[in-house]
């Protein structure tokens, strides 16, 4: 008798997800151990702290003899351990994500962040989005935490999505979004920033976080015979909704809520399932009077988060302020030839 084929292709990757499943929980376990056993080091070095530097050098020669084909007893690594123990100054940290990731990014956390609630936060994220190292560094340097929990978010969401979607999507909003990996120019029209945002679509995904998916750059809406292109059209997997995203040059301005809220109206009238829940709308400008964006979202029928953004953050703002404009560059240059 032949097997089913549809049948046993989805044995196969019930077996497979399995496997997976079963690989992840031994590495998670076994990094944990590793943990635990750096933390008890730790613990001993930072009980002994009044025999000096010495005892640290010493006791990785010692280690070194008596393991000599084990990795990760440097003197380096061993007060890496110390710092570790007295962060984490009791065994509970097993029990938080810090447990759950490498132990190159808990370097990471302990080189970069003093405090222990970002440490947390950050590790919670990499835990659950699977951060490489170099990932987790660009989102502590980036100010993530910063930008996503203590931001000031603009949105009209807890009015116009139910719970708990309302705190899932305030979530999500960053402000302002970082797109320095799009090269500045000081001419740059909202088309230039999209082709370049869709050009570098996964460090798009990687700014805007979990869940999204793009399907797509002026995507075309066809109303009452009408032509209309939203800038870009994403499905948020975790919101379970569209997300229409709208980029705009120059200052917020109230007429661009309208815009987008008739946007979201035709995707939720065209594109959304009955499964699906209501469509977002993120608007991002390159800067924004907060009030002015409140007023504007007050009374819109649509969820709606006004954002600003930033296209690079190579400069600081005093020295920015500083440097002299495009025309003043002209006007010298011109002054000279004459």
Same mark, same amino acid.
């Given at each position: ?76 690594n061993l007060k890496y351990m110390a710092k570790f123990a007295a962060a984490y100054p009791n065994d509970e940290f097993v029990q938080q994500p810090v447990a759950q990731i490498p132990w190159g990014h808990n370097v990471v956390l302990l080189d970069k962040l003093s405090s222990p609630e970002e440490r947390l936060w ?84 990687? %700014?805007?976080?979990?869940?999204? +998916?793009?399907?797509? /750059?002026? #995507?075309?809406?066809? *109303?009452? $015979? ?24 120059? %200052?917020?301005?109230?007429?661009? +809520?309208?815009?987008? /809220?008739? #946007?979201?109206?035709? *995707?939720? $009238? ?35 988060g006004v954002s600003a953004y930033q296209i690079t953050s190579s400069l600081p703002e005093e020295l920015e302020r500083q440097l002299p404009s495009v025309e003043d560059i002209q006007k010298r240059i011109k002054g000279e030839k004459e």
């Open positions: 008798m032949l097997m089913n084929s549809n049948e046993y292709l989805h044995i196969v990757e019930a077996v497979k997800q399995e496997i997976r499943t079963a690989q992840y929980r031994a590495a998670v376990s076994v990094n944990r151990e590793l943990l635990v056993l750096y933390h008890s080091i730790g613990d001993v070095i930072n009980a002994h702290k009044t025999w000096g530097s010495k005892f640290v050098e010493n006791l990785a020669a010692d280690i070194k003899l008596s393991f000599p084909d084990a990795t990760g007893y440097s003197v380096r950050y590790a919670e994220r990499s835990a659950e989005n699977g951060w490489s190292r170099n990932v987790l560094v660009h989102q502590i340097e980036s100010g993530l935490y910063q930008r996503q929990v203590l931001a000031e978010k603009v949105s009209n969401f807890g009015n116009r999505l139910p719970s708990p979607q309302s705190e899932l999507a305030t979530q999500t909003m960053k402000d302002p979004y970082i797109f320095d990996f799009i090269p500045f120019k000081a001419d740059m029209v909202e088309r230039d920033i999209e082709q370049a945002l869709v050009k570098d679509v996964t460090k798009l995904l990687l %700014e805007l976080g979990t869940g999204f +998916a793009f399907l797509g /750059n002026q #995507y075309h809406l066809n *109303v009452g $015979g009408d032509d209309f292109y939203i800038d870009l059209l994403f499905y948020n997997l975790n919101l379970r909704s569209y997300v229409v995203i709208e980029l705009k040059t120059g %200052e917020f301005k109230p007429e661009y +809520a309208g815009q987008l /809220n008739f #946007y979201l109206s035709a *995707v939720d $009238g065209i594109l959304k399932k009955e499964q699906d829940n209501p469509s977002i709308g993120l608007l991002l400008c390159k800067s924004k009077n907060d009030l002015v964006a409140e007023y504007s979202l007050k009374d819109m029928s649509k969820p709606i």
